[in-house]
């Protein structure tokens, strides 16, 4: 059985800044027997990162919509598993506006890490918490689960513009502040296919990249994915291949970029033009 201890241990060994920040995406019954269940699990990820920035995904995308346009910051419910569903009510943790996109944070400058995603027409705006994670070279913990779940790709997606992604028109939706306000905020889905079903096949080009490492935590494997690096790697490949999630076919040697970094490389600034701001 796994204790609070050896998952402690297992995030030691992950080689993860307890000083950075980290988002985890999560399959709770991945990780096997825990002594004292998914608090445990995340007691270890909070007391690891305590000196950080602890970030998991709030979404609620798949019941928030044009029929059912509220969402309330402290009552809608996370549709991407448990962890994240218990770790947004847990005392000191923050969640953001976004109506379908949120993500629940704890650290020391948690509110401003969250401050501000309703602004944002689209869900993973450049200027939103998916941009910060990338300015604050933050890493991506995908703990039982695989790159379909890293919802930061559909970032890098919108930062370089790719075509079909987003809706043309928006959809008004509103966010209910903790003390109870309505904020309408209107917005762009993400259309089309899966996209994200096709994620999977860059595993081994990122790992190359040196922008993904593998480890354990629990009985779950692991993937560590830099988002720097995962920006950079993916940028220049989309640039080449604008269609590259656009099946789920496994890559071809002209989907591969030919030299990939070793090195940490600069911070992209992407600001696609049809990106909208609310002051």
């Known amino acids: 059985m796994h204790t609070q201890s050896s998952l402690l241990q297992q995030l030691e060994n992950l080689r993860i800044d307890p000083r950075g920040t980290l988002l985890v995406h999560s399959s709770y019954k991945s990780i096997g027997e825990v002594e004292g269940g998914a608090d445990t699990v995340l007691d270890a990820l909070s007391e690891y990162m305590k000196e950080g920035l602890l970030v998991l995904p709030a979404h609620t995308w798949s019941y928030i919509n044009g029929a059912n346009p509220r969402f309330s910051v402290l009552e809608s419910p996370v549709c991407v598993g448990i962890l994240p569903e218990l770790f947004r009510k847990r005392p000191g943790v923050i969640r953001s ?16 890490f969250t401050a501000g995603d309703q602004r944002w027409d689209t869900p993973c705006a450049r200027g939103s918490v998916y941009g910060k994670l990338l ?4 890493e991506i913990m995908l703990l039982g689960v695989d790159l379909r779940r890293n919802t930061f790709i559909h970032g890098i997606e ?16 509103y966010t209910v502040t903790p003390e109870g306000e309505e904020i309408a905020v209107p917005s762009r889905r993400h259309s089309g296919l899966s996209w994200s079903q096709h994620f999977w096949k860059v595993e081994p080009v990122l790992e190359e990249g040196g922008a993904l490492r593998r480890g354990s935590f629990g009985d779950a494997g692991v993937m560590i994915c830099g988002t720097v690096e995962t920006t950079d790697i993916l ?6 291949n604008p ?10 040697g002209g989907d591969v970029p030919e030299a990939l970094p070793k090195t ?14 609310r002051p």
């Open 97 to 112: 506006w976004h109506p379908t996109h949120s993500v629940a944070a704890l650290g020391a400058d948690a509110a401003a």
């Open 243 to 252: 269609d590259l999630f656009s099946d789920n076919e496994p890559l071809s």
């Open 235 to 240: 940028s220049r490949m989309l640039a080449d």
């Open 135 to 138: 300015d604050r070279e933050a």
């Open 264 to 277: 940490k490389p600069g911070i992209p600034q992407h600001r696609p033009a049809r990106e909208r701001f």
């Open 158 to 173: 919108e930062w370089v513009d790719i075509p079909g992604r987003m809706t043309d028109g928006h959809e008004l939706l």
